[in-house]
């Protein structure tokens, strides 16, 4: 059996909102898998929902630039926040948006393979920052997005200057509105993407496994009812129905307001603009998200070092 470290049991509790003890337990019954814990409380009821945290795993930042109807993002990732606010460090990652931008780039490897506008590749660049900085970094994903027509529009959230920070949001609007109506609708969307952590545009586009979860947390729940079986399977159904609503962007209380569907927002703005406008595409890329760092024991390594058992 895995052992359940305290560290374990913070986490869980981070993740899952769940009392201490819930945890402890959760983590022995799922032999110290964190993921299988979160299910597992969930399931039990000890977890009202998938909590999605705020904290990140690993250090660095996410890079925005628009230009009309294309935009991009990048995350290029550091291993201490101090490097983050180097100067060096963060023109590495403008520039490397701007390349990106510029050749309607959509993935990390075609990026760092792309000419540096001061001679080599982007990973070039990157490999020397490593070597002068001497922290190790990597350019890890890229977004694009664009319209026929229309606007693209960026939001940073937890800027440190214009176009970095922790948290970047792309919102691509189709239309034939101008600039005036557009921006203020999309700057008003991308907050709201960067508040709600939708999974998808569409219930549609939610991904089978995420919902598959959702199915089977639901089911396990659902059976501890004692209810007939065609009610248990109603109960399941209205549970992942219910979970595909709250999760897509389109479907989401808007932010502004608390209960008005994003959906709908879009149709009134169109409405009152006398024209159409679509939401396209997003994306949203959280600083070190689904990245696992591990933390170390400060009290641990000084004993360590000084020849002692913690």
Known sequence: MAEITAAAVKDLREKS???????KKALTETGGDIEAAVDWLRAKGLAAAAKKSSRTAAEGLVATKVDGTKGVAVEVNSETDFVAKNEQFQGFARTAADVALAGGITDAETLKASPHPAGGTINDALVTNVATIGENQQLRRVGYVSVDQGLVVDYMHNAVAPGLGKIGVLVALESPAGADVLLPLGKQIA????AAFPVALNASDIPADVLERERAIAAEKAAESGKPAEIVAKMVDGAVAKFAKENALLSQPFVIDGKTPVADVIAKAAKDAGTTIALKSYV?????????????DFAAEVAAAAGKTA
Do not use: N, Y
């Open 17 to 23: 909102g769940a009392g201490m003890m819930d945890c």
């Open 191 to 194: 907050m709201h993407v960067a």
């Open 284 to 296: 949203r890329f959280q600083l070190g998200e689904g990245i696992e760092k591990e933390e170390s």
